[in-house]
């Protein structure tokens, strides 16, 4: 346990957030909620912390993870470009481009014939995201387009109509070593005006390059729900394994990696407890937050 591990637990300090990473987190490497993992939230959410589900995935594919857990909290999605209220679909918060931006980040995509997914927030009966046309062509991306089969939205001229506010999260599909050579070409171009992550679902083949409004992080969510509800950052814990997790992971009172996360992530952390197919999180719940 890290010296501001202790310190925090020495000061009694009392956690009212408990925000959770999905992948890699709350699900082990089978994509499955274990059941002592699945009572350890139960038993912080009856101790009066309020679980926050945290995640790269989009409103359509995360609501599923909250229902098993019982959870009627609000979803922190897209990398935390998006906070959804599962009880009303209500859009709590959103990092959306604005129309200049948008067209920035595309111009860039275009230019290195990068096929792309744009996701728009919409109700759950309507589509998750647009595409110019399926297939494209590119067996990565295409595996990724036949998984959701249904939920895209195929317009050629999508990118001519360009609505500011309604796009907020840009993904290209493909090997890792070509997605990190396109974050390189984003960033150096668009510099902090957007925040990038590259990164691998195991649902999926290919890697994708993930961006984002500068403003968008799992960290500016929560933070975002915690006004609201009254709390302040020392107040949060937050759990997670991967890149998009190190913003909530440094920025909460008390920052938590799974012991398979990356060295980068684990550095980051306060604490590190065990990996997600060994119950990491219930120990870390068991034997810390709630000891």
Known sequence: MTERDTQHRSTQVPFRILALDVDGTLLD??????????????????????PVLCTGRRYRRARPVAEQLGLNAPLVCNSGALVKDPAN???????????????????VFRDHDEPIVSFTDRTPDDFDFVVAQTPMGRPLFDDYLSQ?????HVDPLWTETLEGGRHFHICAIGDRPDMLALETIVVD?????????VQKSPRYLGTMCEVLHRDASKWSAILHLAELWGIQPSEICAVGDDMNDIPM?????????????PEVVRSAADHVTADHDNDGVARFVEEVLLA
């Open 249 to 261: 992971i440094e920025g909460a009172g008390l920052g938590v990696a799974m012991g398979h996360a």
């Open 148 to 152: 959701n089969e249904g939920h895209a």
């Open 29 to 50: 490497s089978n994509g499955a909620l274990r059941p002592r993992t699945a009572e350890a939230v139960a038993r912080a959410a009856r101790a009066g912390i309020r």
């Open 89 to 107: 679909h209500a859009t709590l918060w959103r990092a959306a481009f604005d129309a200049d931006l948008l067209a920035a980040v595309l111009a």
């Open 189 to 197: 171009t668009l510099g902090a005006r957007v925040r990038t992550f």
